[in-house]
């Protein structure tokens, strides 16, 4: 079941200026707020929309509540399903709640427990969550077949032009909201619902302005459309950024961005971490990690932006506080200040001792310790996390390990390894 008028190729201001006037009293206008720290670190002007302040955390309530408003009455009378992350989840639960419609909602088994919890929060008893398949788009195969079954009406996340309208209001608010020449717009992409509707309406009324689409470099499915121009489902994809690991970018949002989108910036995993964690502990904003994704791209365009005007939309932060310690561990993994090791301890007394006195630098952590085997544990293979202070201390580590007669194998890079060990 597809939702999207095949016929419609793009979606007009006057599509989004529509959506705006409706939901103006509904939804948050979120504050724009310049950043000195980033304005300082970049020799630019940034600015940060606040959509994680938006009621449910999140911009999806904008283009969520405006499609559900516009078919209303068919919907009381059918009820709707939806499948979602997360985000779009709690938009249409805050929807299906204050207009006392019925909704089923599928979401990923693998979805934080956190946003299961906000959706269970803002639908109230108009909401009946299903959870199932391993990522979204095996979940959205399941809420469409459930749809088609009992006669509901679909909504889609990103591929309706009415959503697309919708998530264009953030822009019309910048626009508004800005008292200078706007010169850069970074967003997340996920379906490329946000990208689009910011891009449609940014372009026509503002189109010096560049826009960059920002995705996780494992989730790419908008960055492999442009390249392939269509729309390809990706054989697999990295469920991190949970909030915009989509195996296939839309058709509509593909047709919207192949006309407005500047470029798309990849970035890793491990730097969107990074971003999340300065974004907390510098700026006391709680970022999920797509909401983190256009500050991390930052640091990819630093050349370009110096001296120019650059909003940054901070797209949700509904974040669960039960992943900080992984998100801190990906962190130091990228920035190059946490290692694993199997380290083969040699077979006399003391060995132990010797690692730690005289391979471990002075400012050197262990992180992680234990021997792989269940007995004889004395000696044999260890497996050992070590955090070093900077990244310039990694070979001096490395050639301690070797001068000292400690065999073993760096389990950074070998992504199995990794994998099944970490």
Do not use: W
């Not at 989840?89 to 979401?107: N, P, R, S, T």
């Amino acid at each position: 079941m597809n939702t999207t008028n095949t016929k419609v190729k793009t979606v007009h201001v006057e599509d989004i200026l529509i959506a705006n006037q409706l939901l103006k009293d509904v939804v948050s206008h979120t504050p724009l707020q310049k950043n000195e720290r980033l304005s300082e670190k970049y020799d630019c002007q940034v600015y940060i929309k606040r959509e994680d302040l938006q009621y449910v955390r999140s911009f999806k309530l904008r283009g969520a509540y405006y499609k559900i408003k516009t078919i209303e009455t068919e919907a009381r009378e059918k009820g709707v399903v939806c499948a979602s992350a997360g985000n779009h989840a709690q938009g249409v639960a805050y929807a299906c709640a204050h207009l006392g419609i019925d909704a089923k909602i599928f979401m990923p088994q693998t979805t934080p427990k956190q946003k299961v919890n906000q959706v269970k929060m803002f639908g109230k008893n108009f909401v009946e969550i299903i959870l199932t398949g391993d990522t979204f788009d095996a979940s959205s195969s399941k809420a469409i077949e459930y749809a088609n079954a009992e006669g509901r009406i679909f909504i889609h996340p990103f591929d309706d032009p009415h959503i697309i309208a919708g998530q264009g209001t953030v822009a019309v608010e910048i626009l508004n909201d800005i008292e200078e020449p706007l010169d850069f717009v970074f967003a997340s992409i996920g379906g490329g619902g946000l990208v689009s509707g910011l891009s449609a309406y940014m372009k026509n009324v503002s189109p010096l302005t560049r826009i960059i689409g920002v995705e996780p470099q494992g989730a790419a499915s908008m960055h492999a459309a442009f390249q392939k121009q269509q729309p390809i489902l990706l054989e697999s994809i990295d469920k991190f950024v949970d909030g915009a690991a989509v195996q296939c970018a839309g058709q509509l949002t593909y047709d919207v961005c192949q006309q407005y989108v500047d470029d798309i910036v990849l970035v890793p995993e491990g730097k969107t971490c990074t971003s999340i964690l300065d974004l907390y502990n510098e700026h006391a904003i709680i970022a999920e990690p797509a909401g983190a994704l256009p500050i991390a791209a930052l640091d990819f365009y630093k050349e370009q932006i110096k001296g120019k005007s650059v909003v940054c939309v901070i797209s949700g932060g509904n974040n669960d506080i039960g992943r900080m310690q992984e998100i801190k561990e990906k962190s130091l993994i990228y920035e190059g200040l946490l290692y694993y090791f199997i380290v083969d301890f040699p077979q006399r007394a003391g060995a132990l001792r010797q690692f730690l006195d005289e391979v471990l630098g002075p400012d050197d952590d262990i992180t992680t310790f234990e021997y792989t085997k269940k007995n004889n544990k004395e000696n044999g293979p260890g497996l050992v996390g070590i955090e070093i202070k900077k990244k310039e201390d990694y070979d001096s580590l490395i050639l301690r390990m070797q001068q000292c007669g400690f065999p073993f194998k760096e389990v950074n890079k070998d992504s199995t390894l990794f994998g099944l060990l970490i």
